[in-house]
């Protein structure tokens, strides 16, 4: 069983910060690429940012020069820290990786059940 868990959302003043954390735990051989996804009422779920085993990145264009992800792979974790946010910012948020749970086994992706950031004055 593979389980990720965000933390880290919350309310927040424009402007302001947060740094969200999803571990992978479980039964884990290997992990390639974890991203981070939001979805806002009413809206479709859409890409934030991805980053490689090897640490590549890629950015959603709304969130370029604010949002950085980042990984520990010791730990089995991504980050996002969240600055200079933005009232469009607000939703929730959720982490997912591509895992391998043995040696040759097939990539599988897993998501985590989303924690709620709230931007707003």
């Known amino acids: 069983q593979v389980q990720l868990v965000e933390s880290g959302g919350g309310l927040v003043q424009p402007g302001g910060s947060l740094r969200l954390s999803c571990p992978a735990s479980?039964?884990?051989?290997?992990?390639?690429?974890m991203g981070w996804y939001r979805q806002a009422p009413g809206k479709q779920r859409e890409l934030v940012a991805t980053?490689?085993?090897?640490?590549?990145?890629n950015y959603a264009d709304s969130v370029k020069g604010r949002f950085t992800i980042s990984r520990d792979n010791a730990k089995n974790t991504v980050y996002l820290q969240m600055n200079s946010l933005k009232p469009e910012d607000t939703a929730v948020y959720y982490c997912?990786?591509?895992?391998?749970?043995?040696?040759?086994?097939?990539?599988?992706?897993?998501w985590g059940q989303g924690t709620q950031v709230t931007v707003s004055s």
């Open positions: 997912n990786a591509e895992i391998r749970i043995r040696r040759f086994s097939s990539w599988d992706v897993h």
């Open positions: 479980g039964s884990i051989f290997s992990i390639n690429a």
């Open positions: 980053i490689t085993s090897r640490g590549s990145t």
